[in-house]
């Protein structure tokens, strides 16, 4: 079972940037696709992207195409979400997530993942 553990968070203005980061551990990272997921105040927990198990595609939610951009480093077991002009509504605790199952041949969809890590909280002022 993979232990992750989300950090980069933190509060910036609108049209700023962030990077988020996960790290994996206590399985096969390399295995498995990986998402990153959102919630916000009294909003139900949605996708926002997601990225295969070899790194070669990837998924994003509408609201995020052209700014944010995941990626992962299989060598240091972590997955990345950088965030670049945030808008206010981007604002939320931000979740990575690891698919259920290893070598899926496919970037894992909403109902695939497990393993949440703890969240990390971004704040955009505007």
């Known amino acids: 079972q993979v232990q992750l553990v989300e950090s980069g968070g933190g509060l910036v203005q609108a049209g700023g940037s962030l990077r988020l980061s996960c790290a994996a551990s206590?399985?096969?990272?390399?295995?498995?696709?990986m998402g990153w997921f959102r919630q916000a105040p009294g909003k139900e927990r949605e996708f926002v992207a997601a990225i295969s198990w070899s790194g070669g595609s990837t998924d994003y939610t509408d609201s995020v195409k052209g700014r944010f951009t995941i990626s992962r480093d299989n060598g240091k077991n972590t997955v990345s979400l950088e965030m670049n002009s945030l808008l206010p509504e981007d604002t939320a605790v931000y979740y990575c997530a690891a698919d259920i199952y290893p070598y899926r041949p496919r970037v894992p969809t909403r109902g695939d993942f497990r393993s949440w890590g703890q969240g990390t909280q971004v704040t955009v002022s505007s």
């Open positions: 206590g399985g096969a990272f390399s295995m498995y696709g």
